[in-house]
């Protein structure tokens, strides 16, 4: 068994492969700090599957927090680069040969994957970090639950600048719904959902805009979206629109937040 243990500021995921083909798990644990998020997942890993420690033959860590371990229980444990991961992870959850991996956790990060070969783009401050405090700031809405809630129930309308609003020609393929400014409209009677809604449409916008950017200077045309912000509904929505304006498919897998643990895994086959 091989455990891939992808530890952030203070949630793990962890995943388990019996060879390269077969997971027979996947596991999110928070808790408040790397140590203990990382060593709890792991125990309620191996309990969950009746893992003795003689059944794992290789830890694989990745992650921003993999830094803080040394070591678990005495089995062989490597690090990982995190970009290696997220570009092997993102192509076996979205079963393809080639895409640009966009991991959006509480940043965004960037990485062009054909096969083996992995490369680091670039990235962007803009993510999930961006999207809690901002919404807990201004919308009183601090946890991803109450957030998505919230954003469910809002309008762009009463917080975007949309192309509709300034003008009634048609400027090139783009439709009248096209953001112009984001919260370049925003109204007095602006609800926190329509803020909420907001936030999200426009940390997407630029998050899909930088993936676009990637594109256009490559021969790849599929975009993988991963990690702790993939599993948010209006996501997708933002990205549909801007594959319908820019010739690429934006694909969100399913359980897409364990792509860079998936990856760390991978890396050891």
Do not use: W
Request: negative net charge.
């Amino acid at each position: 068994m091989v455990l891939g243990i992808d530890v952030g500021g203070s949630t793990t995921k962890i995943v388990g492969f019996k060879d390269k083909e077969r997971c027979v798990g996947m596991m999110q644990v928070e808790a408040k700090d790397q140590l203990t998020s990382a060593f709890g997942a792991f125990g309620k890993f191996t309990a969950k599957h009746s893992l003795k420690i003689s059944d794992i033959r290789q830890i694989v860590l990745t992650g921003v927090g993999s830094s803080y371990l040394h070591g678990m229980y005495d089995i062989p444990t490597k690090r990982v680069d995190e970009f290696l991961a997220i570009g092997l992870g993102g192509l076996r959850m979205a079963t393809l040969d080639s895409a640009i991996i966009v991991s959006v956790g509480t940043g965004t990060a960037l990485v062009r994957a054909c096969g083996t070969d992995i490369s680091h783009i670039g990235g962007s401050g803009v993510g999930g970090g961006t999207l809690q405090k901002l919404a807990g700031r201004f919308a009183g809405a601090s946890s991803f639950d109450r957030i998505t809630d919230l954003a469910a129930q809002g309008d762009l309308s009463a917080v975007d600048l949309q192309l509709g609003d300034i003008t009634r020609a048609k400027i090139g393929n783009l439709p009248y719904d096209t953001t112009v400014s984001n919260f370049g409209n925003l109204k007095d009677t602006a609800t926190p959902a329509d803020i909420v809604r907001g936030l999200i449409n426009m940390i997407f916008e630029s998050v899909g805009m930088m993936a676009v950017f990637a594109t256009l200077r490559d021969n790849i045309s599929d975009v993988v979206l991963i990690g702790s912000l993939s599993v948010i509904p209006q996501a997708k929505e933002v990205l549909d629109t801007l594959s319908k304006m820019y010739p690429i498919k934006f694909h969100v897998p399913e359980d897409a937040i364990y792509a860079t643990a998936v990856g760390a895994a991978l890396s050891e086959f």
